[in-house]
């Protein structure tokens, strides 16, 4: 048998490997069009949807804390021993009721001293005016019973003012905190008592973001909850910041709450909500945005072509995005294969 040459065997391994890839290079296209759906060369299959206004309530959500109403330091404008406590730690108290006693035995000896000596004064002022009327008595010793007259006068009204001080009541309803004092202690102005704070009602303190600023105004309703507890609360905005804190770029608000049962405690951690006047938008699903340079775009459905568009964007919820401008309702939106597709491109409507 004649045997064949070796290097005629190569190029016709050669020849086979050439063929083959040819005919893999035509099917190729043939093979990613049927996976794209279509025909090479041919449109696009995209889903799609039809725009319509849909009704959008905004929500800002923000931390605050609760603030009594009212809150003081109790503390004694005059120095003395304390006589008498009136309060209970942690009790209720009404306005005007009594507090803490200090001992007003010197200020009253001193107040009978002053009003015997106003008497006496009085009674040389009454004497130096009838001797005055009748030419008796000179110009000066009537000025002297008058500046008397006076003077005792001022006294008697001070010590009375000091004894008045003796005994410090509660300036308004509220709460009283832990006794600083006993019973025997000398005070002086710089002692704390104990604290006084009007819990009924409660306010409540946050801040809403800058671009909000604007949109919270005075009797707007918020909504709130503290820790420890499901119950939502409500409150009223009846004081805004005069300007906008430039550090955090939020403005400051402050809203009442009745706190008539007393389940709010002053002090404690509120998350607040404010709902915004409802609205209507035109919003498309978050997938349907395309980033760019400067912003977002969509691509709509227009006479079987793709048309791309540049959108701002405003609230966002968890699976759409509103949109402020650059879309109507009406609009067909292109809602699949958005990554592949370039303005005028041909795009044909598929239900699959």
């Known amino acids: 048998m004649k045997r064949i040459p070796v290097w005629l065997i190569v190029?016709?391994?050669?020849?086979?490997?050439?063929?083959?890839?040819?005919?893999?290079?035509e099917k190729k296209p043939a093979s990613t069009a049927r996976a794209q759906g279509?025909?090479?060369?041919?449109?696009t299959p995209v889903h799609v949807a039809i725009l319509h206004n849909e009704k959008l309530a905004d929500k800002i959500s923000s931390v605050g804390t609760i603030m009594p109403n009212e809150r003081i330091d109790v503390r004694t404008e005059i120095s003395g021993r304390v006589s008498e406590i009136h309060f209970k730690e942690g009790g209720r108290v009404r306005k005007g009721e009594r507090l803490v006693k200090i001992d007003d035995r010197e200020?009253?000896?001193?107040?009978?001293?002053?009003?015997?000596?106003?008497?006496?004064?009085?009674?040389?002022?009454?004497?130096?005016?009838d001797l005055y009327q009748q030419k008796v008595s000179s110009q000066r010793e009537y000025d002297t019973a008058v500046n008397n007259?006076?003077?005792a006068q001022a006294q008697f009204d001070l010590i009375s003012v000091q004894i008045t001080k003796t005994d410090i009541r509660a300036p308004f309803?509220?709460?009283?905190?832990?006794r600083s004092v006993s019973e025997g202690e000398f005070i002086t102005p710089t002692s704390l008592i104990t604290t006084l704070l009007e819990d009924r009602p409660v306010k409540i303190d946050f801040t809403v973001p800058e671009r909000f600023a604007g949109s919270v105004r005075k009797g707007e309703v918020v909504h709130f909850t503290v820790e420890g507890?499901?119950?939502v609360f409500d409150a009223t905005v009846y004081a805004l910041e005069s300007l906008i804190d430039p550090e955090t770029r939020s403005l400051g608000m402050r809203a009442t709450s009745p706190n008539s049962d007393g389940a709010l405690v002053p002090g404690a951690f509120a998350e607040v909500q404010v709902l915004m006047p409802e609205r209507t938008a035109v919003t498309v699903p978050s997938f349907a945005l395309v980033p760019e340079l400067r912003g977002q775009r969509v691509f709509?459905?227009?006479g079987g072509k793709a048309a791309a568009v540049s959108v701002q964007t405003g609230l966002r919820t968890e699976d759409r995005v509103e949109v402020?401008?650059?879309?109507?309702?009406?609009?067909?939106?292109?809602?699949?294969?958005?990554?592949?597709?370039?303005?005028?491109?041909?795009?044909?409507?598929?239900?699959?």
């Open 300 to 302: 709509l459905y227009h």
């Open 229 to 231: 507890s499901s119950r």
């Open 11 to 25: 190029v016709l391994v050669l020849a086979l490997l050439v063929a083959g890839k040819v005919a893999i290079d």
């Open 149 to 151: 007259l006076g003077v």
């Open 173 to 178: 309803d509220g709460v009283v905190g832990l």
């Open 38 to 43: 279509g025909a090479p060369g041919g449109p």
């Open 324 to 352: 402020t401008n650059g879309l109507a309702a009406g609009d067909t939106l292109i809602t699949s294969g958005i990554l592949s597709l370039k303005t005028g491109a041909p795009v044909t409507i598929t239900t699959e």
């Open 107 to 129: 200020l009253v000896a001193q107040l009978a001293r002053a009003k015997s000596e106003l008497a006496i004064a009085q009674k040389e002022n009454e004497r130096q005016t």
